[in-house]
Protein backbone atom coordinates (compact mmCIF):
# COMPACT_ATOMS: atom_id res chain seq x y z
CA UNK A 1 0.00 0.00 0.00
CA UNK A 2 1.12 3.72 -0.64
CA UNK A 3 1.38 5.88 1.55
CA UNK A 4 1.85 9.98 1.44
CA UNK A 5 5.74 9.67 2.13
CA UNK A 6 6.01 7.01 -0.83
CA UNK A 7 8.96 8.43 -3.50
CA UNK A 8 6.66 8.32 -6.10
CA UNK A 9 3.40 10.19 -4.77
CA UNK A 10 5.87 12.88 -3.46
CA UNK A 11 7.14 12.91 -7.14
CA UNK A 12 3.54 13.21 -8.20
CA UNK A 13 2.46 16.45 -5.62
CA UNK A 14 5.80 18.29 -6.89
CA UNK A 15 5.28 17.83 -10.55
CA UNK A 16 1.31 19.23 -9.87
CA UNK A 17 2.30 22.06 -8.00
CA UNK A 18 5.22 22.71 -10.36
CA UNK A 19 2.47 22.49 -13.36
CA UNK A 20 -0.17 25.30 -11.25
CA UNK A 21 2.45 27.57 -10.46
CA UNK A 22 3.61 28.25 -14.14
CA UNK A 23 -0.08 28.20 -15.35
CA UNK A 24 -0.96 30.43 -12.05
CA UNK A 25 2.24 32.53 -13.30
CA UNK A 26 1.47 32.67 -17.28
CA UNK A 27 -2.10 33.96 -15.82
CA UNK A 28 -0.92 36.68 -13.93
CA UNK A 29 1.46 37.71 -16.53
CA UNK A 30 -1.50 38.03 -19.07
CA UNK A 31 -2.97 39.97 -16.47
CA UNK A 32 -0.65 42.04 -14.63
CA UNK A 33 2.41 42.03 -16.71
CA UNK A 34 6.21 40.85 -16.60
CA UNK A 35 7.18 44.12 -14.17
CA UNK A 36 4.02 43.60 -11.74
CA UNK A 37 4.70 39.50 -11.09
CA UNK A 38 4.22 38.64 -7.53
CA UNK A 39 5.21 35.73 -6.17
CA UNK A 40 2.80 36.89 -3.19
CA UNK A 41 -0.05 37.13 -5.40
CA UNK A 42 0.69 34.20 -7.49
CA UNK A 43 0.64 31.90 -3.58
CA UNK A 44 -2.31 33.66 -2.93
CA UNK A 45 -4.46 32.27 -5.96
CA UNK A 46 -2.82 29.26 -5.66
CA UNK A 47 -4.09 28.93 -2.04
CA UNK A 48 -1.16 28.54 -0.28
CA UNK A 49 1.92 30.86 1.70
CA UNK A 50 5.05 32.38 -0.57
CA UNK A 51 7.17 30.07 1.72
CA UNK A 52 5.12 27.00 0.78
CA UNK A 53 6.56 27.82 -2.75
CA UNK A 54 10.18 28.58 -2.18
CA UNK A 55 11.01 25.12 -2.13
CA UNK A 56 10.08 25.65 -6.05
CA UNK A 57 11.06 29.11 -6.88
CA UNK A 58 12.83 31.23 -4.34
CA UNK A 59 11.41 34.48 -5.52
CA UNK A 60 10.05 36.74 -8.25
CA UNK A 61 12.77 36.28 -10.51
CA UNK A 62 13.21 32.82 -10.45
CA UNK A 63 9.57 32.54 -11.47
CA UNK A 64 10.33 34.85 -14.52
CA UNK A 65 13.21 32.69 -15.45
CA UNK A 66 11.16 29.16 -15.29
CA UNK A 67 7.95 31.56 -17.34
CA UNK A 68 10.68 32.52 -20.42
CA UNK A 69 12.12 29.48 -20.37
CA UNK A 70 9.34 27.45 -20.82
CA UNK A 71 7.80 29.98 -23.41
CA UNK A 72 11.22 29.95 -25.27
CA UNK A 73 10.84 25.67 -25.31
CA UNK A 74 7.35 26.40 -26.52
CA UNK A 75 7.64 28.80 -29.45
CA UNK A 76 10.89 26.54 -30.39
CA UNK A 77 8.26 23.14 -30.12
CA UNK A 78 5.73 25.24 -32.46
CA UNK A 79 8.69 26.67 -35.24
CA UNK A 80 10.18 22.80 -34.99
CA UNK A 81 6.72 21.53 -35.66
CA UNK A 82 5.81 23.47 -38.62
CA UNK A 83 9.33 23.59 -40.02
CA UNK A 84 10.13 19.75 -40.13
CA UNK A 85 7.90 19.00 -43.27
CA UNK A 86 8.71 21.44 -45.32
CA UNK A 87 11.74 20.78 -48.18
CA UNK A 88 13.34 23.54 -49.54
CA UNK A 89 15.14 26.27 -47.52
CA UNK A 90 12.41 29.13 -48.52
CA UNK A 91 9.52 27.01 -47.75
CA UNK A 92 11.15 25.91 -44.32
CA UNK A 93 11.23 29.68 -44.08
CA UNK A 94 7.97 30.73 -44.85
CA UNK A 95 6.58 28.16 -42.17
CA UNK A 96 9.39 29.78 -39.29
CA UNK A 97 8.28 32.81 -40.04
CA UNK A 98 4.43 32.17 -39.97
CA UNK A 99 4.79 29.57 -36.62
CA UNK A 100 6.92 32.81 -35.22
CA UNK A 101 4.03 35.28 -35.80
CA UNK A 102 0.94 32.82 -35.21
CA UNK A 103 2.55 31.75 -31.36
CA UNK A 104 3.21 36.05 -31.38
CA UNK A 105 -0.36 36.95 -31.85
CA UNK A 106 -1.33 33.38 -29.74
CA UNK A 107 0.60 34.30 -26.64
CA UNK A 108 1.18 37.83 -26.50
CA UNK A 109 1.72 38.17 -22.93
CA UNK A 110 4.95 35.80 -23.14
CA UNK A 111 5.81 36.92 -26.78
CA UNK A 112 6.72 40.83 -24.64
CA UNK A 113 8.53 39.02 -21.99
CA UNK A 114 10.76 37.11 -24.97
CA UNK A 115 11.10 40.14 -27.25
CA UNK A 116 9.09 43.48 -25.57
CA UNK A 117 10.80 45.78 -23.01
CA UNK A 118 12.94 44.31 -20.09
CA UNK A 119 11.30 43.67 -16.95
CA UNK A 120 12.86 46.68 -14.42
CA UNK A 121 15.16 44.93 -11.76
CA UNK A 122 15.12 41.72 -13.58
CA UNK A 123 18.10 40.16 -15.45
CA UNK A 124 17.68 36.52 -16.93
CA UNK A 125 20.64 34.16 -15.66
CA UNK A 126 22.36 33.26 -19.07
CA UNK A 127 22.99 29.35 -17.35
CA UNK A 128 19.39 29.02 -17.52
CA UNK A 129 18.04 30.70 -20.32
CA UNK A 130 20.60 30.51 -22.97
CA UNK A 131 19.99 26.76 -24.57
CA UNK A 132 15.89 27.93 -24.56
CA UNK A 133 16.49 31.25 -25.82
CA UNK A 134 19.19 30.37 -28.62
CA UNK A 135 16.39 27.99 -30.19
CA UNK A 136 14.40 29.79 -32.44
CA UNK A 137 17.19 31.87 -33.81
CA UNK A 138 19.49 29.12 -33.86
CA UNK A 139 16.17 27.81 -36.36
CA UNK A 140 16.50 30.21 -38.59
CA UNK A 141 20.52 29.77 -38.61
CA UNK A 142 19.66 25.90 -39.75
CA UNK A 143 17.58 26.92 -42.79
CA UNK A 144 19.84 30.49 -43.57
CA UNK A 145 22.80 27.49 -43.68
CA UNK A 146 21.24 25.87 -46.51
CA UNK A 147 22.71 29.03 -48.67
CA UNK A 148 26.77 29.29 -48.53
CA UNK A 149 26.94 32.86 -49.69
CA UNK A 150 23.89 35.69 -49.54
CA UNK A 151 22.58 37.18 -52.51
CA UNK A 152 23.57 40.39 -53.64
CA UNK A 153 21.10 43.28 -53.52
CA UNK A 154 21.30 46.42 -55.71
CA UNK A 155 22.06 49.49 -53.93
CA UNK A 156 23.96 48.13 -50.87
CA UNK A 157 27.24 49.37 -50.11
CA UNK A 158 30.37 46.11 -50.53
CA UNK A 159 32.48 48.05 -47.82
CA UNK A 160 29.64 48.57 -45.84
CA UNK A 161 28.37 45.19 -45.77
CA UNK A 162 31.69 43.72 -45.47
CA UNK A 163 32.45 46.24 -42.15
CA UNK A 164 29.18 44.72 -40.67
CA UNK A 165 30.43 41.09 -41.64
CA UNK A 166 33.66 41.38 -39.50
CA UNK A 167 31.28 43.38 -36.69
CA UNK A 168 29.97 39.73 -36.04
CA UNK A 169 32.93 37.62 -36.71
CA UNK A 170 32.83 36.71 -32.70
CA UNK A 171 29.52 35.60 -33.21
CA UNK A 172 30.20 33.48 -36.32
CA UNK A 173 32.76 31.62 -34.08
CA UNK A 174 30.41 30.62 -31.50
CA UNK A 175 30.37 27.12 -31.20
CA UNK A 176 26.33 26.77 -31.90
CA UNK A 177 26.65 28.94 -35.14
CA UNK A 178 29.42 26.90 -36.75
CA UNK A 179 27.44 23.78 -36.20
CA UNK A 180 24.61 24.54 -38.11
CA UNK A 181 26.98 25.80 -41.12
CA UNK A 182 26.18 29.30 -41.35
CA UNK A 183 29.20 31.76 -43.23
CA UNK A 184 29.88 34.77 -41.75
CA UNK A 185 28.03 36.50 -44.25
CA UNK A 186 24.89 34.53 -43.82
CA UNK A 187 24.87 35.13 -40.36
CA UNK A 188 25.19 38.81 -40.89
CA UNK A 189 21.77 38.59 -43.54
CA UNK A 190 19.80 35.93 -40.96
CA UNK A 191 19.83 38.55 -38.31
CA UNK A 192 18.88 41.18 -40.27
CA UNK A 193 15.73 39.12 -42.03
CA UNK A 194 15.42 38.17 -37.75
CA UNK A 195 15.22 42.01 -37.03
CA UNK A 196 13.07 42.17 -39.62
CA UNK A 197 10.53 39.56 -38.65
CA UNK A 198 10.74 40.43 -35.18
CA UNK A 199 10.02 44.55 -35.86
CA UNK A 200 6.81 43.37 -37.94
CA UNK A 201 5.42 41.53 -35.42
CA UNK A 202 6.12 43.46 -32.57
CA UNK A 203 4.33 46.58 -34.79
CA UNK A 204 1.17 43.53 -35.18
CA UNK A 205 1.40 42.66 -31.73
CA UNK A 206 1.90 45.96 -29.84
CA UNK A 207 -0.49 47.93 -31.94
CA UNK A 208 2.32 49.95 -32.60
CA UNK A 209 0.79 51.61 -35.91
CA UNK A 210 -2.79 51.55 -35.34
CA UNK A 211 -5.33 50.44 -37.48
CA UNK A 212 -3.19 50.62 -40.68
CA UNK A 213 -4.86 47.84 -42.47
CA UNK A 214 -7.63 45.51 -42.46
CA UNK A 215 -5.38 42.87 -43.78
CA UNK A 216 -2.16 42.18 -41.63
CA UNK A 217 -1.66 38.71 -43.13
CA UNK A 218 -1.22 40.21 -46.30
CA UNK A 219 1.50 42.88 -44.83
CA UNK A 220 3.21 39.97 -43.23
CA UNK A 221 3.21 37.97 -46.52
CA UNK A 222 5.10 40.56 -48.12
CA UNK A 223 7.55 40.51 -45.11
CA UNK A 224 7.93 37.08 -45.45
CA UNK A 225 8.50 37.55 -49.14
CA UNK A 226 11.39 40.09 -48.69
CA UNK A 227 12.82 38.00 -46.33
CA UNK A 228 13.33 34.87 -48.30
CA UNK A 229 14.65 37.28 -51.13
CA UNK A 230 17.40 38.60 -49.00
CA UNK A 231 18.12 35.15 -47.30
CA UNK A 232 18.14 33.08 -50.86
CA UNK A 233 17.27 35.39 -54.15
Do not use: C
Not at 5 to 22: C, S
Not at 44 to 59: I, K, W
Amino acid sequence: MSTPDDPGIRARKRAGIETELREVGRRHLAEHGAAALSLRAVARDMNRTPSSLYRYVRNRDELLTVLIVEAYDDLGDAIDADVESRRTPRTRFVAFADALRRWAIDHPSEYALLYGSPVPGYHAPVQATARAGTRPILALAAISAAVAEPPAVVGTDPKTQSTAIAALSGLAAEPEVRAVGLSPAMLTRALTVWNLLLGSISSEVFEQMGPTTDRPDRVWAGVVDLGAALLFG
